[in-house]
Nanobody, 124 residues
Framework: VQLQACGGGLVQTGGSLRLSCTLS????????MGWFRQAPGKEREFVAA????????NYGDSATGRFTISRDNAKNTVYLQMNSLKPEDTAVYYC??????????????????WGQGTLVTVSS
């Protein structure tokens, strides 16, 4: 399984970005998908995850109310819509996938496949 993330960039405080992550080499609809992020000098942090159908979602404290995770099983793609961005959202964002995990698993160890990361920088 390979994951390819894109959509990161430089944005001003209060702005929006949409990250995308496409899965190849597997049946996308069989995977629980998640987003994590890692800022310099910090541990990898859970952002959001959703179940195989996309109906059930779980958000980390930093994402609740501002970020929206979604998926399009026809396009093998998971999205992370990020609104009202803050400088503290600056990090490398990683998408993750796992066939046996659950949407409420917030641990990086619960996901077996990872994308390469895409950098999000929010300027103040």
């Amino acid at each position: 399984v390979q994951l390819q993330a894109c959509g990161g960039g430089l944005v001003q405080t209060g702005g929006s970005l949409r990250l995308s992550c496409t899965l190849s080499g597997g049946t996308f609809s069989m995977y629980v998908m998640g987003w994590f992020r890692q800022a310099p000098g910090k541990e990898r942090e859970f952002v959001a995850a959703l179940n195989r159908s996309g109906v059930r979602k779980n958000y980390g404290d930093s994402a609740t109310g501002r970020f929206t995770i979604s998926r399009d099983n026809a396009k093998n793609t998971v999205y992370l819509q990020m609104n009202s961005l803050k400088p503290e959202d600056t990090a490398v964002y990683y998408c993750a996938a796992d066939r046996t995990s659950t949407f409420y698993n917030r641990s990086p160890g619960g996901f077996s496949s990872w994308g390469q990361g895409t950098l999000v920088t929010v300027s103040s």
